[in-house]
Each structure stands twice: as structure tokens, then as C-alpha cells.
């Protein structure tokens, strides 16, 4: 049994706390605690940094990945497509979830859609000695590119099944659009699309100039 103790979850009144670092996933959450207007404070934590708190990180989320959220009501949301759609139902007058429940429906679906199909195959493309009980390095790179062919080929389902009407969240942008921009970052992803998908490369980037968006995105990328 662990002897250590997890860390204060924070007082009703202070502002969420995210654990995360720069250039991460830890930018989903800040866009979308941006987009409702909530305040929050950043631990600098994640597994891959030893000069961060990832020991506060572990006792929190076991997986040790970013983003990791503490809500002002001391509950820790972990999952980037979980800490959106509890943002878009606490704050609706943000419209993170669309404007009809049809909408909304397709919102949740592309939200679960990339944590599981895309998501998943960054991590396994990070850290493919993880799915692998091999110990050659050769085994490990075959792992990694079946990921990222595996990776891309989900981008291209993505994108042919959300198409922009304007945007992937409908006729606003919203947590669809919040995630695809990020998670589409890594891993060879714009590339492959941009020579596959030109059109939807094209929406990413008209995505990242949102003023909600480029303004973490200018911290997280500078
Ligand atoms: N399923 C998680 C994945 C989060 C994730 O993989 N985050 C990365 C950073 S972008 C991480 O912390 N990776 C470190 C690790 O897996 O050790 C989510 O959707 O938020």
C-alpha cells in the first residue's frame, strides 16, 4: 500500500489546477478553460521531465500523462476529451458542445473518436518499447511506424466523416475543433495530411488562428 499522499485538492475557491507542460496535450485543456473563461493555475509536470512534479503528477493520474486537471471542487479529471466535455456542460453558455443536440452528439463522438483512435496511436508511436516485449531496436521502429501508418490512416477516416460545416463543431467552432487541432500536431500527422487531406489541413490551420486558440497555442509553440 502507498504511504504517500496525494496532493490538497484545491479549496472551492481557487482555479482549476493543470498539470502539464509546454508544447503538450496540456493545451487542450488550457484552450478550453480559456474558452469558458475559468481561471487556472499550471503545475509544470509531466513523465517524460525530471526537473517537473511528477511524482504530484503520479499520485494523481497513474498513467502519468498531461493533461491532468484538479477542478475547483477537488475532483482530478484526467483524459483530454473528458476535461472538454466536462467543461462544455459546466459552462454552456461557451457553446463547447454545439448548439443543438445533434450537434452536440457529433461533438462526442469525434471527441471520443480521436482520444481512441488517434490519440492512442501518438502514444504507442512515443513510446513504442510500451507494446512491444521485444528488447531490439529494429522490433521497437516497426511498432512505431505501424502506429503512425495506422495513425494517419485514422486521420483520413477523421476527416472524411467531420467534415467542417463551417467548423468540426458545426456552424461555431467548439471542443471538436479544441482537440483535433492539438492531437493532429504530432507524429507526421500534418504532413501526411497536407498531401492527403489538403482541405482539412486547411481548416487545422484556419482552427489555429482563432484568437482562442493561437493565444495558448503561441505559448505552448512559440
Ligand atoms: N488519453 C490521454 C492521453 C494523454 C497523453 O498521452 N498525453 C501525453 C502528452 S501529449 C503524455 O502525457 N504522455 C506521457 C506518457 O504517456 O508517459 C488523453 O486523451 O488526454
Known amino acids: 500500500m502507498s504511504t504517500t499522499t496525494a496532493p490538497p485538492a484545491p479549496a472551492d475557491s481557487t482555479p482549476y489546477v493543470l498539470y502539464g507542460?509546454?508544447?503538450?496535450?496540456?493545451?487542450?485543456?488550457?484552450?478550453?478553460?480559456?474558452?469558458?473563461?475559468?481561471?487556472?493555475r499550471v503545475v509544470h509536470a509531466s513523465s517524460?521531465?525530471?526537473?517537473?512534479?511528477r511524482e504530484a503528477l503520479r499520485q494523481l493520474n497513474p498513467l502519468m500523462q498531461i493533461p491532468t486537471?484538479?477542478?475547483?471542487q477537488g475532483e482530478v479529471l484526467t483524459e483530454s476529451a473528458a476535461i472538454l466535455m466536462?467543461?462544455?456542460?459546466?459552462?454552456p453558455a461557451a457553446g463547447l458542445l454545439g448548439r443543438s443536440e445533434a450537434q452536440r452528439d457529433q461533438?462526442?463522438?469525434?471527441?471520443?473518436?480521436?482520444a481512441a483512435n488517434c490519440y492512442s496511436q501518438v502514444t504507442i508511436s512515443d513510446y513504442p518499447e510500451r507494446?512491444?516485449?521485444?528488447?531490439?531496436?529494429?522490433?521497437?521502429e516497426a511498432v512505431r511506424q505501424g502506429a503512425r501508418h495506422r495513425l494517419h490512416l485514422h486521420w483520413e477516416m477523421f476527416a472524411d466523416q467531420f467534415p467542417g460545416r463551417p467548423w468540426l463543431s458545426g456552424e461555431a467552432p467548439g471542443a471538436l475543433d479544441v482537440m483535433a487541432v492539438i492531437v493532429s500536431k504530432w507524429s507526421g500527422t500534418r504532413?501526411?495530411?497536407?498531401?492527403?487531406?489538403?482541405?482539412?489541413?486547411?481548416?487545422?490551420?484556419?482552427?489555429e488562428a482563432l484568437p482562442l486558440v493561437a493565444g495558448v497555442h503561441a505559448r505552448h509553440w512559440p
Open 107 to 114: 461533438i462526442l463522438r469525434g471527441l471520443v473518436f480521436i
Open 86 to 91: 466536462h467543461l462544455g456542460l459546466r459552462f
Open 21 to 40: 507542460t509546454k508544447g503538450s496535450g496540456s493545451a487542450i485543456a488550457e484552450i478550453g478553460l480559456t474558452w469558458c473563461g475559468q481561471p487556472y
Open 191 to 207: 504532413p501526411h495530411l497536407e498531401q492527403h487531406r489538403p482541405e482539412f489541413l486547411a481548416l487545422l490551420k484556419r482552427i
Open 48 to 53: 517524460w521531465e525530471d526537473d517537473s512534479d
Open 69 to 72: 486537471l484538479h477542478t475547483p
Open 131 to 140: 507494446f512491444t516485449t521485444s528488447e531490439q531496436q529494429a522490433e521497437r
